[in-house]
T-cell receptor, first 110, second 114 residues
């Protein structure tokens, strides 16, 4: 079992709809969770951090964490073509070591 | 943007040659990391540093060495480059404030070993 798993996609969503990205992790003691966005040919960019169970909202983005189910998700409301990118889920394990999922490629169709 | 500069941004070299990649930060962050990113494998940690002269291995450290003689610089060296080390290399930094801090990435170095 991989430490951090994501559906690789591609996930195709119409413009204006909600995009839902999911991630599961194996280390039950993990406490810090992140979502990064990576455009093709660019570096990963941090878009959300979440540390507690529940929802955290930032603009059109909502991160959801359920530690009992070892599940993290990212919702993108009112999806825009500029949201088309690969989204990486990352979990801190041990001393500040990030473990990444393989990423979900998201395409927003105009 | 986090003050992280990677150099060179692109490099093409031949098998068996030594290669050094540099990561320079202006944030005075304690932690620095080197990753490689390959299709089908995602981002994988090569080495990381938790202070000057303090380094440790990641999951794919074979064939790589690192050095950190100053807080701001973290060097990644391929002593004798192989074609399997063709990849995009990212440097990242993070602060240590009780743990759980995110990492911020440099723009990457695209390395091709022929």
């Amino acid at each position: 079992q991989k430490e951090v798993e994501q559906n690789s996609g591609p996930l195709s969503v119409p413009e204006g709809a909600i995009a839902s990205l999911n991630c599961t992790y194996s280390d039950r003691v993990s406490q810090s969770f992140f979502w990064y966005r990576q455009y093709s040919g660019k570096s990963p960019e941090l878009i959300m951090s979440i540390y507690s169970n529940g929802d955290k909202e930032d603009g059109r983005f909502t991160a959801q964490l359920n530690k009992a189910s070892q599940y993290v998700s990212l919702l993108i409301r009112d999806s825009q073509p500029s949201d088309s990118a690969t989204y990486l889920c990352a979990v801190i394990q041990g001393a500040q070591k990030l473990v990444f999922g393989q990423g979900t490629r998201l395409t927003i169709n105009p | 943007d986090a003050g992280i500069t990677q150099s060179p941004r692109h490099k093409v070299t031949e098998t068996g040659t030594p290669v050094t990649l540099r990561c320079h930060q202006t944030e005075n962050h304690r932690y620095m990391y080197w990753y490689r990113q390959d299709p089908g494998h995602g981002l994988r940690l090569i080495h990381y540093s938790y202070g000057v002269k303090d380094t440790d291995k990641g999951e794919v450290s074979d064939g790589y060495s690192v050095s950190r003689s100053k807080t701001e610089d973290f060097l990644l060296t391929l002593e004798s480059a192989t074609s399997s080390q063709t990849s995009v290399y990212f440097c990242a930094i993070s602060e240590w404030e009780g743990g759980g801090q995110p990492q911020h990435f440099g723009d990457g170095t695209r390395l091709s070993i022929l």
